[in-house]
């Protein structure tokens, strides 16, 4: 294991590469990591770096957010396997569809998204600045894809005529039982509810916060409370512990895990390193028309 991290690190410099993982990433790979974040930090790490190749520890979705903001740089994912099931669950033939029968609708994406639908999107959001975003297209007939439960959420924090949603949802954070968090607070009822807006209504209507991966994260580091339940994927509490070692976190579910983010091992991440992996490639088109949305979003998120 020590030989395999000296490994990753001799070539990483000699590609002049950089790691950038996702916090839901197994602890080894966000310890070998250059930058951890959410998807936000992630996306714009990546294109502010310097270095020529990207390694992303992450999910598809994620890698080609890299390939879209930053064309000129080799991008590697270093498992192919790595996808996001919320992202399969809206089809570009089938947005394309919607469109057609829909012309006047502004199309609201999150990031969790295909390249293509993302080039068929008016702005892309994250749950770190969906709220910021979505405030700024008041007057404007909205549909939102492909989360129910993030859409549901930000519906119920604006004032706006409510986004017309997909129905789509995150495997992992959906299945959270709003029974699980009753039960955790009655185990530990001083505890304070972090839940990630990907949860189901009546579970996310239990957080005492609201919001991303990185938004929970802050919350605890700020908060004066000592015990905290984390309702988001179990990846979460490497960075919570190493930041807050005087606190206790205690996971709402043990279900609360996503299979596709524990695909990257130390070994992928090598053998991408060692030129043994494809470089993830696009379109032209697909990016050009893409990158209209992911920096609609990072303007309007500024
Ligand atoms: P954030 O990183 O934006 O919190 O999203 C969570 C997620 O499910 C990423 O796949
Ligand atoms: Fe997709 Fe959910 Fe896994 Fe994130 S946690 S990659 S949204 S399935």
Request: aromatic share 6%.
């Amino acid at each position: 294991m020590e030989n395999l991290i000296h490994d990753i690190l001799h070539l990483k410099e000699e590609r002049n590469a950089t790691i950038i993982a996702h916090y839901y990433q197994t602890a080894d790979i966000q310890a070998i990591a250059d930058f951890v974040g959410d998807s936000l930090a992630m996306a714009k790490y990546g294109k502010a770096s310097k270095a020529d190749t990207l390694i992303i520890c992450g999910v598809r979705f994620m890698a080609e957010s890299a390939k879209i903001l930053s064309p000129e740089k080799t991008i590697l994912l270093p498992n192919d396997g790595a996808g996001c099931p919320m992202a399969d669950m809206v089809d570009a033939d089938d947005l394309k569809k919607y469109k057609d029968n829909n012309p006047h609708k502004y199309i609201v994406s999150y990031v969790n998204t295909s390249a293509d639908v993302k080039a068929l999107t008016d702005v892309c959001v994250t749950s770190s600045n969906a709220l910021k975003i979505v405030s700024q297209l008041e007057g404007k007939d909205l549909l939102f894809l492909p989360d129910r439960n993030l859409g549901s959420y930000i519906n119920s924090q604006l004032n706006h005529p409510p986004m017309e949603l997909w129905n789509g949802f995150c495997l992992t954070h959906d299945r959270l039982q709003a029974k699980e968090i009753m039960d955790a607070k009655t185990k530990h009822p001083n505890a304070k509810v972090l839940i990630h807006p990907e949860c189901d209504p009546s579970a996310v209507a239990l957080g005492d916060y609201v919001g991303s991966t990185a938004g929970i994260i802050d919350f605890a580091n700020k908060d004066s409370a000592d015990t905290f339940i984390i309702a988001t994927e179990e990846g979460v509490l490497h960075k919570l512990q190493s930041d807050n070692p005087e606190k206790t976190f205690i996971m709402a579910s043990s279900r609360l895990v996503c299979k596709n983010m524990k695909k990257t091992t130390l070994s992928d991440v090598y053998i991408a390193l060692n030129e043994s992996t494809t470089a993830l490639t696009l379109p032209k088109a697909t990016i050009e028309a893409a990158s209209n949305a992911l920096e609609t979003m990072l303007t309007l998120s500024n």
